[in-house]
T-cell receptor, first 114, second 112 residues
């Protein structure tokens, strides 16, 4: 089955620890995205990548880092510099970043920092 | 970004058609109309999108007004699994549309 997988579904970490969220897609999509969603709120873009070895900051990149070494993988690291990391993190991918292309989402990772 | 206006909530009965409206009076000629939905505690799900012509897929139909200032998402036979928040989003073909901007959407309740 083609799709986007995110792991783990739930993640608990102590304050001050870095944590890496996994996102893998087998859709052969060029573009990948990371969003954050807080309770009752819309999605906010953290980072996106239109091609391997290239990525751009979104609206709330501070305290996060990404890499895009392979087309199918786009891991997100939440660093200790992120002041309020507890949130629902969503990864998405699309054939291209154009407005004519749909974005397909993974199931999400719910991160709780204790 | 051009804005969209949707009703806060709508209700439907199972197996009946549902028409979800969206107004986008400031739409530009290169804006695509996208619809997504989000079930509780899940990631958003792509439903359908179009530019000028009506579109059909296995999930739904999208009816776009001739002046493109409004559109309607049509679920032909609602099921309990269709209960979700539905978002109408405009995305410009010409770039600068990397992110999806979700408004408040329409919360659809489906009654058995």
């Amino acid at each position: 089955d083609g799709g986007i997988t995110q792991s783990p579904k739930y993640l608990f970490r102590k304050e001050g620890q870095n944590v890496t969220l996994s996102c893998e897609q087998n859709l052969n999509h060029d573009a990948m995205y990371w969003y954050r969603q807080d309770p009752g709120q819309g999605l906010r873009l953290i980072y996106y990548s239109q091609i391997v070895n290239d990525f751009q900051k979104g609206d709330i990149a501070e305290g996060y880092s990404v890499s895009r070494e392979k087309k199918e993988s786009f891991p997100l690291t939440v660093t200790s510099a992120q002041k309020n990391p507890t949130a629902f993190y969503l990864c998405a991918s699309s054939i291209g970043a154009s407005g004519s292309r749909a974005q397909y989402f993974g199931p999400g990772t719910r991160l709780t920092v204790l | 970004d051009a804005k969209t206006t949707q009703p806060n909530s709508m209700e439907s009965n199972e197996e009946e058609p549902v028409h979800l409206p969206c107004n986008h009076s400031t739409i530009s000629g290169t804006d695509y109309i996208h619809w997504y939905r989000q079930l509780p505690s899940q990631g958003p799900e792509y439903v359908i999108h179009g530019l000028t012509s009506n579109v059909n897929n296995r999930m739904a139909s999208l009816a776009i007004a001739e002046d493109r200032k409004s559109s309607t998402l049509i679920l032909h036979r609602a099921t309990l699994r269709d209960a979700a928040v539905y978002y109408c989003i405009l995305r410009d073909l010409q770039g600068g549309s990397e992110k999806l901007v979700f408004g408040k959407g329409t919360k659809l309740t489906v009654n058995p």
